[in-house]
């Protein structure tokens, strides 16, 4: 398989709770058979990403790979922005209120 011609698509990360890896949503357009009106239709990917660079509500380039594990076949390829305050809020003091 020539490694040039695999897939890219983009797509909103939708989950980045598993480890090193993120669930990407990818829309398209399809042109409906009989109506020919256009309908929106979502699939969901898992991605390798590595270093946790995404982050939910991220719009991610993702390429096709190898299997890389049972659902996995899918690569983060680059970030292409991040969400709308994206940054992690830093606690002050602990985790829990003191009770008493």
Do not use: C
Request: charged fraction near 40%.
């Amino acid at each position: 398989m020539d490694r040039n011609r695999r897939k890219i698509v983009e797509g909103d990360v939708i989950s980045d709770r598993m480890d090193k890896t993120i669930a990407v949503r990818v829309e398209r357009l399809e042109k409906h058979p009989v109506y020919k009106k256009y309908v929106r239709r979502r699939t969901v990917h898992k991605a390798h990403d590595e270093n946790g660079d995404a982050g939910m509500g991220d719009r991610v380039r993702i390429q096709e790979t190898r299997p890389l594990s049972k659902t996995k076949r899918w690569r983060l390829v680059s970030v292409v922005e991040k969400a709308a305050g994206a940054e992690p809020v830093v606690g002050t003091g602990d985790a829990a209120p003191a009770q008493g």
